[in-house]
């Protein structure tokens, strides 16, 4: 199993910009897919970017389209989230998870390892 560590979230003004970092360990990065989830209080965890094993295609909800860009660095194990334009709406605690497979899914149940989740808050 691949451990993921989040990092990154804060408090960030409507506009404003944060960067997500995801930091795997204990198995071989670019074996995975990888995706960032989030979800909001009262609510399911939703599909917010995945991105394939050699970061050649990317994924994004409608929500964040244009706004957020998922990125990996294989060499560095890492896994990031780059949120401009941040909404009040974007608040929510915000996953990374890991795929063992070719595809690129959007679904949460196609993700069987995740971190432990950051927090991100919009302030309107």
């Known amino acids: 199993q691949v451990q993921l560590a989040e990092s990154g979230g804060g408090l960030v003004q409507a506009g404003g910009s944060l960067r997500l970092s995801c930091a795997a360990s204990?198995?071989?990065?670019?074996?995975?897919?990888m995706g960032w989830f989030r979800q909001a209080p009262r609510k399911e965890r939703d599909f917010v970017a995945a991105?394939?094993?050699?970061?050649?295609?990317?994924y994004y909800s409608d929500s964040v389209k244009g706004r957020f860009t998922i990125s990996r660095d294989n060499d560095k194990n890492t896994l990031y989230l780059q949120m401009n334009s941040l909404k009040p709406e974007d608040t929510a605690v915000y996953y990374c998870?890991?795929?063992?497979?070719?595809?690129?899914?959007?679904?949460?149940?196609?993700?069987?390892?995740w971190g432990q989740g950051t927090q991100v808050t919009g302030s309107s």
């Open positions: 998870a890991a795929r063992r497979g070719l595809a690129t899914s959007i679904a949460v149940g196609d993700y069987n390892n």
């Open positions: 204990g198995q071989t990065f670019s074996n995975y897919v």
């Open positions: 991105i394939s094993r050699n970061g050649g295609t990317t």
